[in-house]
């Protein structure tokens, strides 16, 4: 009956990738056959149609399906162009009023750091790591406060001091937070011809977009810190949509990291900074680096409130004092104790979202959802209210339960290379809720939801007692050998063990701020017993994938904090460097240009956790 309902649920998933890829397809049409009307008001650079850069770049275009649809016979019918100075005016605009429109905005930016060691067989590998948690302040300048406690304090507290990416004090190399968040605009005070070059050099399609290039050199007498690099420009309202450059002339001992900017076209009219890869380090022989690190930014939450505790005040729910039912019956005291539950449950929940750190409930859900009732329906359990499955939109490897709720984090999702360690993961929480392990039942006093977003991490937690979690791995094991899983047990015990070979660099990465740790001074305790029966760690083995890198498997839209499975062919691994796991890697995300049909398609269920191998 199982198998049944899953092999349905894969002949959805086909069908409703072929619509998905016949939609874009359609839009992509459609774009090709408006450009004659809309370019009148869109004027094109006399540069852009000479023949001979035309061409896509294949480097910049991983996927090749938009590009053979509309290159070089698309192009051949572009409008009368106007000059590359007009050009440049309007980027100049589109960047004036992106930035006025964010202003008001106070996105969530998320930075992972790994520093780099380099190992013989595995090339750069993670050393240790850092972790920023905090809300941008776009309004004057660009500024953050953070979620954690254990924040690096600014070395002197001039902003152009904050701006910079790190700090040489004497004896050790300091990170600023903000300096990895710095590229989601060149330049946000003073971005134009006074004080830029801006030099042409070709166009190229970013996934679905067409783009013309511009290299931009601050002009001589132009200060400090101006942006140095390539803007990409949509070649309809003339948005950047990404940079990639660094920042120049830092002061001494100091520095501006080189950073690759994306940014996604999620609301009419705006393309939204949404990701930032940063990478330093020279791994060639002889090269003396003194900082080597991969850095994955990423903003989400544009679109929360500005939580204010006024604003708070007068959202405090009261809509659960009024019993409607005509029979209304007095609740049994466990009727009573449950229905608390559920309140502090659903109270945490929304507070947790309404922060920016739970998704909004979606298609993940419901994947991680299918999972845990696979293993509740082999169990025959059956629990008085249906458990639900959430996303933390977080990147630490972490899950907790709340109620009847499970909550994993983005970041685990990411790592896990199968349907068989997910279900490791959801079986130890719906272990501690089939064992009543119940936390956070002091949440259903709404005064505790009281508190500005910032101290979140202060405010809640979901930790349990080493002995509840002991008795959660014991049920859990239980659980999984009678499940749809019990052969797929080998890989769980692979990640654990993989887990286990890198926890020890990856201290950030494996604190979690509101469960229990999956680790205890760098050895794994979460369901440990499973790497027991696993077969041996094998990096030379290419068909053993025992974890995946980091951002693989789920998408975050950053405005309206949604997530969705990621829809990426899989790549053949050809080395054992190409493992990576735990790994940051850099950002490619196929743009598109914002439409009713890719909404669409976003909220559509995709895939099943799958490896990618
Ligand atoms: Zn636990």
New binding site residues.
């Given amino acids: 009956m199982l198998e049944v309902k899953r092999l349905e649920l894969k002949r959805d998933v086909m069908s409703n990738r072929n619509w998905i890829i016949l939609a874009l397809l359609a839009v992509t049409m459609t774009a090709v056959a408006q450009q004659p009307a809309s370019a009148p008001q869109n004027p094109q650079p006399v540069a852009a149609a000479q023949p001979g850069q035309t061409a896509a770049q294949p480097s910049a275009a991983p996927s090749g399906q938009a590009q053979s649809d509309q290159s070089p016979q698309a192009q051949a019918n572009l409008a009368p162009p106007t000059t590359m100075d007009q050009v440049v005016d309007r980027v100049i605009l589109r960047e004036k009023e992106l930035i006025k429109f964010l202003s008001p905005r106070t996105p969530i930016v998320e930075t992972y750091l790994q520093n780099l060691t380099q190992d013989p067989q595995l090339g750069p590998i993670p050393q240790d790591d850092h972790y920023f948690l905090g809300r941008m302040d776009l309004s004057d300048s660009i500024d953050r406060s953070d979620y954690l406690l254990e924040k690096v304090k600014g070395e002197g507290e001039g902003m152009e001091k904050r701006l910079l990416g790190g700090i040489t004090k004497r004896f050790k190399f300091q990170y600023q937070p903000l300096g990895f968040s710095w590229m989601i605009f060149a330049d946000r005070n003073e971005f134009d011809r006074q004080h830029y070059n801006f030099h042409y050099a070709r166009r190229e399609f970013l996934g679905d977009v067409r783009c013309l290039v511009f290299d931009l050199t601050p002009k001589k007498d132009a200060g400090r810190g101006r942006f140095l690099g390539r803007i990409w420009i949509e070649d309809q309202d003339f948005s950047i949509v990404r940079l990639n450059g660094t920042y120049a002339r830092p002061s001494r001992n100091s520095y501006f990291y080189h950073m690759d900017s994306w940014r996604l076209n999620l609301i009419p009219g705006y393309w939204v900074p949404a990701y930032i890869y940063s990478e330093e380090g020279d791994f060639t022989a002889g090269a003396k680096n003194k900082i080597a690190f991969k850095a994955q930014t990423r903003m989400w939450g544009y679109n929360l409130k500005t939580g204010t505790a006024n604003d708070e005040l007068t959202q405090i729910r009261v809509d659960s004092v009024k019993d409607e039912t005509p029979s209304a019956q007095d609740a049994s005291p466990l009727a009573a104790e449950r229905e608390w539950q559920q309140q502090a449950e659903d109270n945490v929940l929304e507070r947790l979202e309404r922060a920016g750190l739970l998704a909004p409930a979606g298609d993940v859900d419901k994947i991680l959802q299918t999972v845990v009732n696979n293993i509740e329906i082999t169990n025959n359990i059956e629990l008085p209210r249906p458990v639900r499955t959430r996303v933390l939109t977080t990147s630490p490897l972490e899950?907790?339960s709340v109620g009847n709720t499970i909550v994993v984090s983005r970041g685990l999702i990411d790592v896990l290379p199968d349907e068989g360690s997910l279900a490791m993961v959801l079986s130890?929480?719906l272990a501690?809720i089939v064992l009543g392990h119940n936390l956070g039942s002091q949440y259903a006093f709404n005064d505790r939801m009281l508190f500005s977003d910032e101290v979140t991490y202060q405010n809640l937690g979901f930790k349990?007692i080493p002995e509840?979690?002991a008795a959660?791995d014991k049920k859990a094991v239980e659980m999984l050998k009678a499940s749809p899983y019990a052969q797929k047990l080998d890989s769980a015990g692979l990640f654990i063990k993989a887990l286990q070979k890198r926890a020890p660099q990856l201290s950030a990465l494996l604190q979690a701020h509101l469960?229990?740790n999956i680790t205890d001074n760098g050895t794994v305790t979460?369901m440990a017993q499973l790497a027991n029966s696993a077969p041996a760690l094998d990096w030379n083995k290419l068909d053993q994938i025992a974890a995946l890198p980091l951002g693989g498997r789920v998408k975050l839209n950053p405005w309206d904090d949604r997530v969705e499975i990621v829809k990426a062919q899989p790549v053949a691994i050809t080395s054992a460097r190409d493992k990576m796991p735990f790994e940051v890697t850099p950002f490619f995300p196929r743009l598109a240009r914002y439409s009713a049909v890719s909404t669409a398609a976003a909220t559509t269920a995709d895939a099943s956790p799958t490896p990618t191998n």
């Fill in positions: 899950t907790f130890h929480e501690h349990h509840e979690e959660a469960g229990n979460r």
